[in-house]
């Protein structure tokens, strides 16, 4: 559900970005996620939603590998889930999925100086990352109520569905590739060091 959220906040993020408007975001366990919105650039936006939870997913990868970072991350986080929150107007299973990762979030800040953000961070963004290849599965073998974007560009643009489909889940897996060798690269520091560093960057623990 999260990273559904995600997705939708990529397209909703580019269509406010483009010239359109937003007029809902709507999450579902079994039929996936939908954002209704008005005007904006579909070539854009269509692809945003994959696109953009795979650049998020990336960045969370790179940022999971460290726990300052991931501090960092958290807060960025929150934000992009009030965001979601906002647009969900009466879509109380989204309202209450996004209320429950914002609490989730701030009480990993309060476990050992905010060590557990790591794991959930670089969870959240292992999910977010492969999203994409989950969700052209999900279209062409699952069959899910919702059409995917994949799709509906195919239908706009040309092209197959399937093309699309594979052409951003490949990617989606180089975001992630590129994430993880950026992040041995930026923080060698071993665990320990992190914990001490942590504990002097915005400290919180019971």
Known sequence: MLVIAFHEFGHAITACCTGGRVKSISLDPHEGGVTHMQGGISAITLPAGYLGSSIIGALLIFAGFNIIASKVASIVLGVCFLLTLWWARRDWLTIVTVLLAVGLLVACWFIAHGEALKWVVLFIGVMSGLYSVWD??????????????????????????????????????????????????????????????SKSFLPTKF
């Open 136 to 197: 052209i599965c999900d279209d062409l073998i699952l069959r899910k109520v919702n059409s995917s974007d994949a799709s509906v560009f195919a239908q706009r643009y040309g092209g197959s569905s399937r093309c699309w489909g594979l052409l951003w889940s490949m990617v989606s897996l180089i975001f992630i590739a590129i994430a993880i060798v950026a992040a041995i690269a930026a923080f060698p520091q071993s665990f320990s060091q992190q914990e001490e560093d």
